[in-house]
């Protein structure tokens, strides 16, 4: 595992000593274990360790974050504007919003990302963590525009890690949507972020997750949130395009009426391997909880799903639901699923359903019989298939955006 | 003492009649194993197959990723080998017996007679069933089919033994089906031959010499082509059973045309009302579709054990072939259950299906725990799953863990799982039209397992309805 790795602990920035002491013992924490493998259980159907050794070698950290561009931003509706580069805030711009309602700085400090230890790559982050942003909506304050932050990485990141840490807060009675647009180079890099949600009383959180262009990035993301009374939290996860995604959803419904939706519609081609691991952990009573994830999947690419939904004793009136489903185009495509329930209330109600296979034969024949052709009837269920998950997003504007961009990926599709 | 030494105090005895009250020497050692070896007079062969997986076994490690942990076993305290009970050790009547198991028996509706057999009076021949078994035998005979102990069969018929023993859990499986490969006392052997369909219900209630298999039981059971069998295993009656750990192989191998029923009902002993003592039930089933078009269905209620930890599987190897599961786990008080299946699909237009229902009540746990795995050459093959749970009551748990594995593009998975609690509706309607609460209950649970217990033999499903109302009893309320 060592001599993968090629880490210039001086050229991180650590505020005191202590703190690059703490890293390089969490460093040499990580090298033990090395990158989770399918030994792990929550690693079963995705072998990082395999896929990082085949394809890396000689990692270091990266510490360029120059960038002289002019990003291009979306126009189809309007919004604030965050950008990071290389994982690192440079810049933003939330005119849309009353001052001092809404603030993001850069995360410095890495206080309150000491207990989650889920899995090794928490070490690697401790250790080699640049933070990231820290993002906070004020009390009783509804954003006016959704925030779309712009993370773009730049074309000499080969063979590099970005170590993230992220931290967002949503007060009592307040709302935002967020928007995490990935922007990539053609380089072939590492990240790992680790982020914190909080979401408090009656306050609401959407995020929707999606990348512009096809990437060789390989990505880890851990996402763990805590839900007070009545709060809402949604998450869109869209295609990515990157070689490896992983996301890793952990949310802890600690108040009653909380909801939390999962909803994932992804389009892999190509090498490309993306998990989407949730856990919802229901701690209160009628709270509710929905998670409905689908892909597509084309050539040798594979999807994986693992949900658990977990329901504690006290939790009586939960509902909760799951929903795996996978479009299997190719023969050397792969799904694999894990929808797990961990119940121990009784007057809840929780159901999970998983399908996998291929497109139905009956609706192509039907579409060929109204004279649309074998390529197009696939494209125009493919489209159907994805497009639930769309409608979902209220926002209309956002909405058509995000219908365009995929749009576009069917039509790519052989 | 040396396996020499042993050999020659054997001869003295001579072991047909003094063999009672004999015991292995207590702990696990390649001792041990020549010992039940030499006391089974197996030939050398089945000793070096036994010395093989005791080798595995060094380096194998319990597995711990269960749900239902356990306290260590400590298998150097254990019995590996004893003989049958003397009749002077057994109760002398029925009211030796514990009036608690007599009372199960009366609401099972047990005659009298079998209630002395289960709960292990000494019986005298006249009343033994005895005479039920031989008529059966002459019969099988008739057709060519084999059904005997094991250990009779590794004496008459070493080729089939040889051939199939360990093809479908091979020695260096999992550890407690290593350790059973190393040890296994007895059990049964069945073998259907070619284009023949067994007349009746296999089931070790007939086999002669049936009781006190012990606790490390081993089956093996061929159908070959073209033939059909229906297999009983257990009794809906609890069982009296001195040994804790239970740690039987079951192999079955359907050849083509071929189809295996094999149906289960468990009620050991499940622990006191705090959850002390019980079985624990770690029990290896696996099952091969070897030809094509052959089958293989696995049925099982389980009511009883402490620990209920299994997986009966099957493998699709021949094409067209066909595997299913259907399963009952009830648990109560401080009883668990971490059992479901594994479907692995290798043949072209292989299908499974999952039927799971899972009840919890009091503080007791249950798992669903599947593996549907279609691998990139089982073209059109399918699976269908449904596992739904039942809870009674915030102290219990039910969980639901299945994998799915999905690798070519012309298969279909459907997964669906439900967890709820008993309807109040269902049961305001029952309760209306003068059913008390406990039958309402059971009238709806068995309801709810009904899917399941309709894939039993006849005879077996009545009394395992009843069974089903029985393990909830105390439940409700």
């Known amino acids: 595992m060592e001599q993968l790795f090629n880490i210039d602990f001086k050229r991180i920035n ?327 329930l961990e119940i121990y209330a009784d007057d809840v109600k929780c159901s999970h359903g998983s399908s996998s296979g291929s497109l139905d034969e009956e609706a192509i024949h039907y579409l060929m019989t109204r004279g649309i052709e074998l390529k197009a009837a696939k494209k125009l269920l493919i489209k159907g298939f994805l497009n639930e998950i769309f409608e979902n997003i209220p926002e209309e504007k956002i909405r058509t955006f995000l219908e365009k961009s995929i749009a576009v990926q069917i039509d790519e599709i052989q | 003492m040396k396996s020499e030494e042993l050999k020659n105090q054997e001869y003295k005895y001579g072991f047909t009649t003094e063999i009672e009250n004999f015991k292995a020497p207590k702990g696990l050692s390649e001792k041990t194993i020549r010992f039940i070896s030499e006391v089974k007079k197996e030939p050398k062969w089945m000793l070096d197959w036994r010395l093989k997986a005791f080798n595995r076994l060094k380096v194998l490690k319990e597995p711990n990723w269960q749900k239902p942990k356990y306290p260590k076993i400590n298998y150097q305290d254990l019995y590996y080998y004893s003989a049958p009970k003397s009749m002077k050790d057994k109760p002398k009547s029925l009211d030796d017996v514990d009036p608690k198991l007599i009372e199960t028996y009366n609401k099972l509706g047990i005659p009298l007679k079998e209630q002395k057999r289960l709960s292990g009076v000494a019986v005298d021949a006249v009343f033994d069933s005895v005479s039920v078994a031989t008529t059966f035998k002459g019969e099988l005979d008739k057709k060519g089919i084999i059904f005997c102990p094991i250990s009779e069969a590794i004496q008459k018929h070493p080729d089939l033994v040889k051939k199939y023993l360990g093809s479908v859990i091979p020695l260096s499986d999992h550890y407690f089906a290593t350790l059973n490969s190393a040890v296994f006392t007895d059990g049964s052997f069945v073998y259907i031959p070619p284009n023949t369909r067994c007349p009746m219900e296999l089931s070790t209630y007939f086999r002669i010499n049936a009781s006190e298999t012990g606790q490390f039981e081993r089956t093996l059971i061929i159908a070959d082509k073209g033939s059909y069998v229906s297999y009983l295993e257990g009794c809906t009656a609890p069982m009296r059973d001195e040994n804790q750990l239970h740690a039987a192989n079951v192999e079955l191998v359907a050849l083509d045309d071929a189809e295996i029923k094999y149906s289960t009902v468990q009620n050991w002993y499940p622990g006191d009302k705090d959850g002390v003592g019980g079985i624990y039930n770690f029990v290896t089933k696996r099952g091969a579709c070897r030809g094509r078009n052959s089958k293989i269905s696995w049925t099982q209620v389980e009511t009883g054990s402490a620990i209920t930890w299994k997986y009966p599987s099957c493998i699709l190897q021949g094409d067209n072939s066909v595997g299913e599961f259907y399963s009952i786990a009830i648990t109560n008080n401080y009883q668990k259950a971490d059992t479901g299946t594994k479907m692995i699909h290798l043949g072209k237009n292989t299908k499974s299906k999952i039927i799971s229902k899972g009840i919890s009540a009091g503080q007791a746990d249950n798992t669903y725990r599947g593996l549907v795995d279609i691998g990139p050459k089982a073209k059109n093959s399918r699976n269908y799953t449904q596992c739904d749970s039942l809870l009674m009551g915030n102290k219990c748990g039910a969980h639901t863990v299945p994998y799915l594995r999905n690798k070519n593009s012309s298969s279909t998975i459907e997964h669906e799982a439900t967890t709820s609690k008993i309807n109040e509706d269902q049961l305001f309607y029952c309760n209306q039209r003068g059913l008390n609460q406990e039958e309402a209950v059971s009238l709806i649970v068995n309801g709810f397992c009904k899917e399941v217990l309709q894939q039993l033999p006849m005879e077996f499903a009545v009394e395992a309805q009843k069974l089903v109302s029985i393990s909830l009893e105390g439940s409700v309320g």
Not at chain 1, 99 to 115: D, N, P, R
Not at chain 1, 167 to 175: A, D, F, G, P, R
Not at chain 1, 260 to 286: R, W
């Open chain 1, 14 to 340: 650590s505020s005191n000593d202590k703190e690059s002491e703490d890293r390089k013992k969490n460093f040499e924490l990580f090298l033990k274990e090395g990158f989770p493998n399918k030994k792990n259980e929550n690693w079963k159907f995705s072998d990082l360790n395999y896929i990082i050794t085949k394809n890396f070698k000689n990692i270091t950290n990266n510490v360029d974050y120059k960038f002289h561009e002019k990003i291009e931003s979306i126009h189809d509706f309007d919004h604030n504007k965050v950008i990071l580069v290389n994982g690192s805030l440079k810049s933003s711009d939330l005119n849309f919003e009353e001052k001092g309602k809404v603030k993001i700085e850069t995360l410095k400090s890495l206080e309150g990302f000491h207990h989650q230890l889920n899995n090794n790559l928490d070490y690697l982050n401790k250790a080699l963590s640049i933070g990231g942003f820290n993002l906070e909506v004020q009390q009783n304050y509804k954003c006016k525009k959704p925030i779309i932050i712009y993370n773009y990485f730049t074309a000499n990141l080969d063979n590099k890690i970005i170590n993230n840490t992220n931290k967002i807060k949503v007060s009592q009675n307040s709302e935002l949507t967020l928007i995490e647009y990935n922007i990539s180079e053609k380089s072939k890099f590492i990240k790992n972020t680790f982020e914190k949600i909080n979401i408090d009383r009656g306050a609401v959180l959407k995020n929707i997750v999606l990348q512009r262009t096809k990437c060789n990035g390989y990505f880890y993301k851990s996402i763990s949130g805590i839900q007070d009374f009545n709060s809402s939290y949604q998450n869109f996860i869209l295609s990515s395009g990157l070689k490896f995604n992983k996301i890793e959803i952990d949310m802890i419904l600690k108040k009653e009426k909380s909801s939390c939706h999962i909803l994932s519609g992804l389009n892999l081609s190509k090498e490309e391997h993306q998990e989407i691991k949730t856990q919802i952990n229901h701690l209160a009573p009628n709270c509710k909880s929905y998670q409905k994830i689908k892909n597509v999947l084309e050539s040798d690419s594979k999807g994986v799903y693992q949900g658990k939904i977990f329901v504690k004793d006290i939790a009586q009136k939960t509902d909760a639901y799951q929903l795996s489903k996978a479009l299997i185009l190719n023969d050397q495509a792969e799904f694999n699923a894990k929808p797990e």
